[in-house]
């Protein structure tokens, strides 16, 4: 997958076949190209990208443990279902839980190199949302997953970023529906972490993670059938 700017600069390598093969079905799933619950057939796939079989199985065992396609026993691959109702609000009273207590912590334990990450992230999700794509807003979503895995990570609570991780947020919300707007303010509201976490300013890194998650709750909440 591009990154769409020069952050990553001379430190980026080519990519991969298996990276490519990866990002370019990563994007078809979260812009609904495949949508959820559908079958995956690895040897359309393969046809459609003119690969073998093999990087789309590598890529597809890596898009399960991201929680993107499910496996099931003699039917094979499926992209992951829709929320449910109940689903997303436990999503969210468990993210309004963890995530700001994370920020807080990461606010107070975060080592200089990954503060500069951080800022690296935000630098690089800067460029999504002015072309208003489909494929751009898949891209979105991988940086605002990253962004979240970073201070989950940060915190030091390795309990707590596990379990943030098992629950694939941004794979879920941002299948609900593309959400152009979402972008901006979200971007805004990761700044303000962003700079209380760089303060070490652990009220305010809670503070803001909070207002940030009841937000992207209201933006996403319609979109849920009830
Ligand atoms: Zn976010």
Do not use: C, W
Not at 31 to 54: F, H, K, M, N, W
Not at 144 to 172: C, I, K, P, W, Y
Not at 211 to 221: P, Y
Request: proline share 3%; glycine share 8%; hydrophobic share 45%.
């Amino acid at each position: 997958m591009a990154v769409p700017n020069a952050v990553a600069g001379l430190l980026q390598r080519p990519a991969r076949l298996g990276d490519e093969v990866y990002g370019r079905i990563f994007s078809q799933i979260m812009s609904l190209d495949i949508a959820p619950g559908t079958r995956i057939s690895v040897d359309a796939l393969a046809r459609e990208l003119g690969v073998s079989q093999t990087p789309i199985r590598e890529a597809l065992g890596r898009l399960e443990g991201e929680g993107l396609v499910t496996k099931t026993h003699l039917v094979g691959y499926r992209a992951a279902p829709r929320l449910s109702a109940q689903q997303f609000d436990d999503l969210y009273d468990l993210r309004l839980l963890l995530e700001p207590y994370a920020a807080a912590m990461a606010a107070q334990k975060i080592s200089d190199a990954d503060i500069g990450h951080l800022v690296d992230l935000s630098g690089q999700m800067d460029g999504a949302g002015e072309q208003g794509s489909l494929d751009e807003y898949a891209h979105f979503a991988r940086f605002d997953m990253e962004f979240h895995d970073q201070v989950a990570v940060s915190s030091g609570n390795g309990l707590a970023s596990e379990a943030l991780g098992r629950l694939h947020t941004h794979v879920h919300l941002f299948r609900l529906a593309y959400h152009e707007q979402a972008i901006a303010a979200a971007l805004r509201e990761h700044a303000v972490v962003v700079s209380a976490i760089a303060a070490r300013d652990a009220a305010g890194a809670h503070e803001a993670m909070q207002l940030h998650i009841e937000k992207s709750r209201a933006r996403f909440v319609s979109r849920i059938e009830r």
